[in-house]
């Protein structure tokens, strides 16, 4: 009985931290911005408490979570409001590389060494810091690099040269099951995807990994390993 309890509070915990994540939005699972970071270590922590011993109440997890959520809510909401509150909280983005020189004073007051930068260009393929026309460090910790003009990539337009978009891509089969709605979606059935299998030389869904479908027609087809 008494594993039974730690089961069903365990539970109820994991439901509870599940939905307050949910309703704080994607962007949590995302990069987390400073307030973000604490709510999501204390919110661990509280949590915990109840499922450290049967005898202490649950409520003792449940209503520190509650308070974390509606304050972190709160934070958000005035934050989007108030841009002197939102640079105060979180900052502003700092221009670590201007006209291809590092600023070398913005990069002491992040703290952010040579090695960290040339890391995170590497990152977005680029190896000559002269070749970079601004280098900023979001809020968020991430870094976004523009390069000068001449040397970004030419897009189809610039080069009037007509563009292919396979428009958007729909998942048709996953892991060897059939996404049906997925399928009602396209506009194709059940006969257009054994016809597809078959093509593929596939008897049944259960041999594919991965059959997405693009707007424009083209299909991309993965075989089971």
Known sequence: MRMLNIVIRTLIIFITLLLLMRLLGKRQLGQLELSELVFSILIADVAAVPLQSADIPLWHGLL?????????FLLSFFSMKSVRLRRLLFGKPC???IEG??????????????????EELRRHSILDIGS??????????????????DLRPATAG????????????????EDGAVLKQNLKLTGR????LQKELRRHDCESPAEVYALILYRSGKVYFARKE
């Open 158 to 173: 610039q080069l009037n040269l007509p563009a292919e978009d396979d428009g958007y891509a729909v998942i048709l089969i």
């Open 101 to 118: 020189k590092i600023q070398q004073q913005m990069m002491n007051a992040c703290r952010f060494t040579l090695d960290e930068l040339t």
């Open 95 to 97: 221009f670590l590389v």
């Open 64 to 72: 520190p979570c509650a308070v974390l959520f509606i304050g972190e």
């Open 132 to 149: 970079v026309q601004y280098a900023v460090l979001e809020t968020d910790g991430t870094l976004n690099a523009v390069l000068y003009p």
């Open 189 to 192: 059935n059940e006969a257009w």
